[in-house]
């Protein structure tokens, strides 16, 4: 909101207040005593007299403050409200007395200086070789990316032609005009068809594909379970998969229609079965790269349309287990149960985004909120188990047991938001050099948590949880466009608080004016408890940047601030008179019109 500045400018700073953002309204929190006149406004800079938990954000085009509280410290941050990971932009923030003429300090001293970079542990673990995990991992997320990309070109494609027929693909004759859907004879327990599974790693997936014959295990009100006859394991699994198919039922179903949508919104036009079917092959364990499960866009267009590998329904494909011996890893079947939920709800909720859109004859969402919802299906999922809430402020005991599968009474417990919380690690060592916005290298999938931790912070600021969700799955909007309207909120205030919230959450003391906290989680605990477990993966017990400069004369310098990220430093010490902070480019000169200063008083 634009306001007022806290206390009453000269008529020289008035011209400015127009232009400055204040983000939070004063506090009771005043110094005490006789009244004494501040120093006079330096001519272009906002002057700020903060309570503790205020905060200030300059407006486009303004890049000094003038703090002028005494006793107090404060966290800045630089941020850079581009709207693309590919937003590169270099920064230097000075600081100097308010007596002092701009440009005329000589540099700070090397005890006062900062330099913006990745923590010694990202650049460490980048450098350092893969584990077998880590490259299964990498493989996965690629392949995963691919999928996501497949579709999204089919949905382009389709689009583009309905456009230009100027036929909606949510009216007209059902696509099953011409032979009744390969997935129509199956039905009731026992029954089998063969079905495709798309080629993933073929140049066009939705004509390349492997025929596999299957048997229905299980059905649920909305979910057909199918099991490829060639399993390792075929006819022995049949009670898991009863599990499972309950669970989706009960559970599952539940959260992607309320919070995501219908399913099935497309299924009138496709197998008319009332149904998602889940087939479980061992052609994805052997042909697809580690990947634990997929759906693609394919199967919501029919064969006749060109589409040679569909199954013209909601299919998701999946891997499955090979041993019966006891144990955690994703071929035995207490391990692939582990997994296998977390990625159920995920693809589920693709399909429903995807069924919605198609629909609609609406743009595919961007890759990094499609992805970062999906992981919000997944949190919501798992609050059914892990105890945590909506604004709960959930500790690392919901985590807790996702890392101890052979402890007693975590034995059955999905991982889920472990995976969550490791890529927002990695995202907040990289000091602002990644984005929430997508990648920012050729392996780079932080955005999965960094997109998840932004929609998680504003999702808390919402009147209704499935409401705001509901809003962000069935478009026409995408992207930042998407997020700033089911948020009611501009962009560049988004970034703000939320990169304040990063380094704020649950800050010893601390209650910030401005919502910068994230309230379904005490991110604070939660890593500390990463730490504590696993302290050589996650060598700090708070991820984000501890740099802190001193009052008077410093300098925070950074040279590859990322579209939609943040950088901060805390400034403190020995408070000197009104201290002046001004953002400029290394070295000197006018930054780029993306970057914004902000500041929130801590004591």
Not at 6 to 35: E, Q, Y
Not at 59 to 78: F, K
Not at 162 to 175: E, N, V
Not at 213 to 222: L, Q
Request: aromatic share 8%.
């Amino acid at each position: 909101m634009i306001a007022a500045a806290p206390h009453a400018f000269t008529a020289r700073a008035a011209a400015s207040a127009a232009a400055l953002v204040v983000l939070a309204a004063c506090s009771g929190d005043r110094p005490t005593g006789p009244a004494i006149d501040p120093p006079p406004v330096v001519a272009g800079c906002a002057a700020a007299s903060l309570g503790v938990g205020e905060s200030i954000m300059l407006a486009q085009g303004q890049n000094c403050i003038d703090l002028r509280t005494p006793g107090s410290s404060y966290m800045l941050g630089v941020i850079n409200t581009g709207r693309a990971s590919g937003s590169v932009a270099p920064f230097e923030l000075v600081g100097r007395l308010a007596g002092a003429v701009s440009g005329s300090v000589a540099p700070a001293p090397a005890t006062n200086a900062v330099t913006i970079a990745a923590e010694p542990w990202v650049t460490a673990r980048a450098a350092a070789p893969a584990t077998v995990a880590d490259e299964a991992k990498l493989r996965r997320l690629r392949t995963h990316e691919r999928v996501l990309d497949v579709t999204r070109n089919l949905q382009r494609a389709i689009r583009n032609r309905t456009q230009a027929s100027a036929t909606p693909l949510s009216g007209g004759p059902s696509f099953n005009d011409v032979a009744a859907a390969p997935a129509s004879a199956l039905n009731t327990v026992g029954d089998t068809a063969t079905l495709r599974i798309p080629d993933i790693n073929a140049t066009n997936a939705c004509n390349s594909y492997f025929d596999v014959k299957t048997r229905v295990v299980y059905a649920t009100a909305h979910a057909i379970l199918v099991e490829d006859v060639k399993a390792p394991l075929a006819g022995r699994m049949d009670s898991v998969f009863r599990s499972i198919g309950d669970e989706f039922e009960q559970t599952m179903w539940p959260v992607l229609t309320t919070y995501f949508g219908d399913p099935l919104r497309m299924d009138a036009r496709l197998d008319a079965n009332g149904k998602l079917i889940m087939l479980f092959s061992p052609t994805v364990n052997d042909k697809f790269n580690d990947i634990a499960g997929f759906v693609i866009g394919c199967d919501f267009f029919t064969r006749a349309q060109g589409v040679p590998s569909s199954n013209e329904g909601e299919v998701f494909y999946a891997m499955v287990p090979t041993s019966e011996t006891v144990g955690t890893g994703n071929e035995t079947i207490r391990g692939w149960r582990r997994t296998m939920r977390s990625t159920i709800i995920h693809e589920a909720k693709h399909i429903t985004s995807y069924a919605a859109r198609i629909a609609t004859n609406a743009e595919p969402e961007e890759s990094w909120l499609e992805e970062g919802t999906a992981r919000h299906s997944e949190e919501i999922y798992a609050r059914s188990v892990n105890g945590a809430t909506w604004k709960g402020n959930a500790t690392y005991a919901a985590l807790a047991c996702e890392v101890r599968p052979l402890e007693a009474g975590c034995t059955d417990r999905p991982y889920v938001m472990f995976k969550h919380y490791d890529g927002l690690y990695d995202y907040l060592g990289a000091n602002g050099g990644k984005s929430p916005l997508g990648k920012v290298g050729t392996d780079d999938y932080t955005f999965y948590s960094s997109a998840w931790s932004l929609v998680r912070w504003a999702a808390d600021l919402a009147a209704s949880e499935p409401a705001f969700f509901l809003a962000l799955t069935g478009g026409p909007r995408t992207g930042i466009s998407n997020l700033e309207s089911a948020a009611a909120r501009p962009w560049a205030e988004m970034v703000g608080d939320w990169t304040m919230a990063l380094a704020l959450d649950d800050y010893t003391g601390l209650a910030t004016a401005r919502p910068q906290r994230v309230a379904s989680w005490n991110m604070r605990d939660v890593f500390r408890g990463m730490n504590a477990d696993f302290r050589e993966y996650y060598p700090r017990a708070q991820p984000w940047p501890s740099q802190t400069v001193q009052f008077g004369a410093f300098t925070v310098q950074g040279t590859s601030l990322r579209g939609g990220s943040g950088s901060v430093v805390q400034l403190a010490g020995t408070w000197p008179g009104s201290q002046i902070v001004e953002l400029q480019l290394p070295g000197g000169g006018v930054p780029s019109t993306t970057l914004r200063l902000v500041a929130t008083r801590v004591q």
